[in-house]
Nanobody, 123 residues
Framework: VQLQASGGGSVQAEGSLRLSCSATGLTFSSKTVAWFRQAPGQGRTFVGV????????RYADSVRGRFIISRDDAKNTVSLQMNSLKPEDTAVYFC?????????????????WGQGTQVTVSS
């Protein structure tokens, strides 16, 4: 199983970016998929998650209302649309997958991880 996160880059505050996570060896429609992020010198923190049903989502308080997770079953991709970006959103973003049918927010519960994509937001 391999996950590939892409779409990161540099943007000014209030701008938008769209991250994408693709997979080989598994199908997102049968898994719970989440996004985490890690800022320099900090641990990996939960951003958002989409349950297996492809409808239920859950977000960290810091991004709720600005970030949206979506899934494209035809392309087997999961996206993270990030709007109204803030400098504090600067981090490496990771997609992760768990076999658990649960909107888990704890990184240790995830079985597979992508390599991460850098997002930098300047003020």
């Amino acid at each position: 199983v391999q996950l590939q996160a892409s779409g990161g880059g540099s943007v000014q505050a209030e701008g938008s970016l769209r991250l994408s996570c693709s997979a080989t060896g598994l199908t997102f429609s049968s898994k719970t998929v989440a996004w985490f992020r890690q800022a320099p010198g900090q641990g990996r923190t939960f951003v958002g998650v989409m349950s297996m049903n492809g409808v239920t989502t859950r977000y960290a308080d810091s991004v709720r209302g600005r970030f949206i997770i979506s899934r494209d079953d035809a392309k087997n991709t999961v996206s993270l649309q990030m709007n109204s970006l803030k400098p504090e959103d600067t981090a490496v973003y990771f997609c992760a997958v768990t076999h658990r049918n649960s909107a888990a927010t704890t990184a240790s519960l995830y079985d597979y991880w992508g390599q991460g994509t850098q997002v930098t937001v300047s003020s």
